[in-house]
């Protein structure tokens, strides 16, 4: 998925003095944010299924991401901020 950013030219000045390649830099960023997310969504699915002595048939980080918000046992943070509920995270 692709993404597009303006920076003023005061910020990609700013951005040329801490980074080598500013794309390269914001890529990096997201990217590694994004793990972080990943980890920790793994991490929370994985509690929850085992607190409940439920299987675990998600293979991989991507399958265990998508089971999380399929079985509602995570919210996006919009979803969060909206106060609505899913059937598992109520």
Known sequence: MDYTITLT???RKAMEYVA???DTWI???AEVRAN???DKICSIYTTYKLDRNEPI???GKAAMV???YA???IQTVAQRNAGIST???S
Request: aromatic share 0%.
């Open 36 to 38: 972080t997310a990943i």
């Open 71 to 73: 079985e509602g046992v």
């Open 20 to 22: 080598v390649d500013v």
């Open 27 to 29: 890529t990096n960023a």
């Open 87 to 89: 059937a598992a995270g």
């Open 9 to 11: 030219e005061a910020q």
């Open 57 to 59: 048939t998600a293979v």
């Open 66 to 68: 998508d089971a999380a």
